[in-house]
């Protein structure tokens, strides 16, 4: 640590350390940075929301659409395919582009086919629908990460990425126990068609106001300036492949997510109805039982990204990454093998609610690393760790409704799930941040000591 000593000695012995203009200049910095957390935590928010609520309103919809539940798992299974299908693309985009730009478009087109989501006649048409709005939705976690990267410090990222999913799991819990409220009073059309319209008025604002990069105040332009934006600028409209395919951290990071979005997608897609038939409760009481493991979700993301900022201010960069999601992906391995064999609905969300808080803890590592490894193709690096949740959402979608028909329980779903939870356990042990597919990108320092660039930081910065 001598070189952060030296620099916070030249510093103060300057008399920069006691300008009030440079203070004022930080703090202002500091809320716009968390002005735009804030920003995309509600898009986050909204966008769970929206793919939530279809299974808040399976019942209404099924029976006025005469959809059986074979016919609903395609409709999931088609927003999941529509998440996969574009998610590399937007995020591309987004690295190309920029998040302002690429932010607003899908927003847009999400709250448009979320809109037109109340207007459908036949399963057909309803199937199309969501696969568009899958194709839309695609974009958004990516380019936020993508918009969080040219934004946050390194040492800020992991709250803010975990705040960004909270956003998600609030979303999800309220959509399952608001929506069935908001379908007895509006009807499932006019809730859809509302929620469209929220959406495309955020889009509007995002437009008008973001940014896609700062502007530094004068202290922190000669060196937080590299901690914030990316070093080789914008993407080229091409991704590298052979950085790609030839880091093992990306398959890691690929696999690990895959895994931890099998697990969480129950929440949005089968839990409720499941709950509602096995333990015969209302549509009401499911919904809010349905909600239990998404709150523990968030306090766990919450938790989680603290966790990570805390472990890489004390120099323990891979620590920082792997403890949390190794930790989040045991509890729910153990969790998910006693969930089939209880016998009420509160047991049951019990032990679900600690499957999900554990996946969710490795929610923040997993996409902090992203803009670890990927620099200045994080929203890349996250669109394809997204895609394979994607992917492994649409297998959770379908798969849930195929064991029950085979076996009549749900023990070997959890099982499945179990393992590839415990696979994804020991991925993290290999992942490492250090290594970014770009030379350019690397937040290390060259010499005997790896240490990450904050380190090396002006004292003052803290009140960045």
């Not at 070093?231 to 590298?240: H, R, V, Y």
């Not at 969480?264 to 709950?275: A, R, Y």
Request: proline share 5%; hydrophobic share 50%.
């Amino acid at each position: 640590m001598k070189l952060h000593q030296t620099t916070t000695q030249h510093i103060a012995s300057s008399g920069e350390i006691a300008n009030p203009a440079r203070f004022a200049q930080a703090a202002a910095f500091r809320k716009q940075r968390w002005q735009v957390v804030g920003a995309v935590v509600t898009i986050s928010f909204l966008t769970i929301l929206a793919r939530a609520g279809i299974s808040a309103a399976k019942a209404p919809m099924a029976r006025d659409l005469r959809i059986n539940d074979v016919s609903f798992g395609l409709v999931f299974g088609a927003f999941a395919l529509g998440y996969a299908v574009f998610m590399l693309p937007c995020g591309l985009l987004a690295d190309r582009w920029g998040p302002r730009k690429s932010l607003a478009v899908s927003v847009f087109f999400w709250s448009l086919f979320t809109l037109l989501t109340g207007l459908v006649s036949g399963v057909v048409l309803l199937i199309s629908i969501r696969f568009f709005f899958g194709l839309a939705e695609a974009g958004v976690y990516p380019q936020a990460t993508r918009a969080l990267y040219n934004w946050m410090l390194p040492r800020e990222r992991g709250l803010a990425l975990g705040l960004l999913n909270i956003g998600s799991r609030l979303g999800a819990a309220f959509g399952l126990a608001a929506t069935p409220f908001f379908i007895e009073q509006l009807g499932w059309r006019r809730s859809f068609v509302l929620l469209g319209i929220f959406g495309a008025v955020w889009a509007a604002i995002w437009f008008l106001w973001f940014h896609d990069k700062p502007d530094f105040p004068p202290a922190s332009k000669d060196v937080n300036a590299r901690s914030i934006a990316p070093k080789s600028g914008a993407a080229k409209l091409a991704i590298p492949l052979q950085e790609f395919l030839s880091s093992h951290n990306f398959y890691l990071i690929l696999y690990q997510y895959f895994a931890s979005q099998f697990t969480f997608f129950i929440c949005l897609s089968w839990l409720l109805p499941f709950l509602k038939s096995r333990y015969a409760i209302s549509t009401a009481q499911a919904g809010l039982y349905a909600g239990i493991p998404l709150c523990c979700g968030a306090l766990a993301m919450w938790g989680g990204g603290s966790m990570v900022d805390r472990i890489f201010k004390s120099g323990r960069w891979q620590l920082s990454r792997s403890l949390p999601a190794m930790v989040g992906f045991g509890l729910a391995a153990v969790a998910l093998l006693p969930a089939p064999f209880m016998q009420t609905p509160e047991t049951f969300i019990l032990c679900f609610a600690l499957t999900t808080a554990g996946v969710d803890l490795a929610i923040s590592p997993s996409w902090t690393v992203c803009c670890d490894v990927g620099g200045s193709y994080s929203g890349t690096l996250s669109a394809a760790m997204n895609t394979m949740g994607a992917m492994g959402s649409l297998a959770s979608s379908l798969l849930f409704p195929i064991l029950m028909g085979w076996t009549g329980d749900i023990k070997v779903y959890f099982g499945v799930a179990a393992i590839l939870n415990v696979i994804a356990m020991v991925c993290w042990k290999y992942i490492d941040p250090s290594r970014s597919l770009l030379a350019s990108d690397s937040l290390i320092r060259s010499g005997a000591t790896i240490e990450p660039i904050e380190s090396c930081m002006p004292e003052y910065v803290d009140t960045l």
